[in-house]
C-alpha cells in the first residue's frame, strides 16, 4: 500500500525559510522510474506544481519559483524535502506530495498523494 | 511553459445529468494528460491518464478523450459524489501545469 504524508510548520513569518517533508511507504525513491513532487493549492484557487525530484536525483523546478526552491531526497529514511525561501504571504497554501511515475501507463501523472498540510504564512 | 485552458469554470447540473468539461494545452501534449477530482479539504484524486484510461477502481460513467490540444472529460448519469472541482494536467512538459479547475456544482 502506497502512502504519503507532508510534515512540516503551519505558521512561518513572512521572509522565513519553509521547510516540509514528505515521508512516504510502499515504494523506493531508489526505484527506476519512480519520482515524487510537491504542489500547492493556496485557498480557493487552483493546483500549482512546485518540484520534482527522481529516483536518479534528476530535479526539476517551477520557473516562477526555481530561485527560491530546493528539493532533496533521502532514501534511507523514505522522505523528500522541499524547501522554499523567503517566504511570503501569497505562499499560503496547502502542499501536497505526490508520487509520479515515470515509465508505465501512468507515466508522468501524480498517482498517489499525501493529505496536505496547510501552512500560512503571517508576521 | 504549457498554458492549460479548463472551460467551462463551474457548471451547475442535476443528478443523472451529462456534464463535459473540456482543457486546452497551448501546444500540443499527445495524449500526456490526466484528470483530477478533488472534493473540499481532500487531495485531488486521479480519475483518467493518458487523455482516455480510466484509473483502476473509477466509475465507468467518467470517459476522456482527446489528443494533441483538446480534451474533455465527460460524467453521464451524474452521481451525488461527483459534486466536486475536476483539473487537467499535462505530464508533456515540464514545468507541469494543470488548468484553473471546473467546480460541478449541484443546480
Known amino acids: 500500500q502506497i502512502t504519503l504524508k507532508e510534515s512540516g510548520p503551519t505558521l512561518v513569518k513572512p521572509t522565513q525559510t519553509l521547510t516540509l517533508t514528505c515521508s512516504f511507504s510502499?515504494?523506493?525513491?531508489?526505484?527506476?522510474?519512480?519520482?515524487v513532487g510537491w504542489i500547492r493549492q493556496p485557498p480557493g484557487k487552483a493546483l500549482e506544481w512546485l518540484a520534482l525530484?527522481?529516483?536518479?536525483?534528476?530535479?526539476r523546478y517551477s520557473p516562477s519559483l526555481n530561485n527560491r526552491l530546493t528539493i532533496t531526497k533521502d532514501t534511507s529514511k523514505n522522505q523528500v524535502v522541499l524547501t522554499m525561501t523567503n517566504v511570503d504571504p501569497t505562499d499560503t497554501a496547502t502542499y501536497y506530495c505526490?508520487?509520479?511515475?515515470?515509465?508505465?501507463?501512468?507515466?508522468?501523472?501524480?498517482?498517489?498523494w499525501g493529505q496536505g498540510i496547510l501552512v500560512t504564512v503571517s508576521s | 511553459d504549457i498554458q492549460m485552458t479548463q472551460s467551462p469554470s463551474s457548471v451547475s447540473a442535476s443528478v443523472g445529468d451529462t456534464v463535459t468539461i473540456t482543457c486546452r494545452a497551448s501546444?500540443?501534449?499527445?495524449?500526456?494528460l490526466a484528470w483530477y477530482q478533488q472534493k473540499p479539504g481532500k487531495a485531488p484524486k486521479l480519475l483518467i491518464y493518458?487523455?482516455?484510461t480510466l484509473q483502476s477502481g473509477v466509475p465507468s460513467r467518467f470517459s476522456g478523450s482527446g489528443s494533441g490540444t483538446d480534451f474533455s472529460l465527460t460524467i453521464t448519469s451524474l452521481q451525488p459524489e461527483d459534486f466536486a472541482t475536476y483539473y487537467c494536467?499535462?505530464?508533456?512538459?515540464?514545468?507541469?501545469?494543470f488548468g484553473q479547475g471546473t467546480k460541478v456544482e449541484i443546480k
Open positions: 493518458a487523455a482516455s
Open positions: 510502499g515504494f523506493s525513491l531508489t526505484t527506476t522510474g519512480v519520482a
Open positions: 525530484i527522481h529516483w536518479d536525483d534528476d530535479d
Open positions: 501546444q500540443g501534449i499527445s495524449s500526456r
Open positions: 505526490a508520487r509520479q511515475p515515470t515509465v508505465g501507463a501512468t507515466a508522468k501523472v501524480f498517482e498517489y
Open positions: 494536467q499535462q505530464g508533456s512538459n515540464f514545468p507541469r501545469t
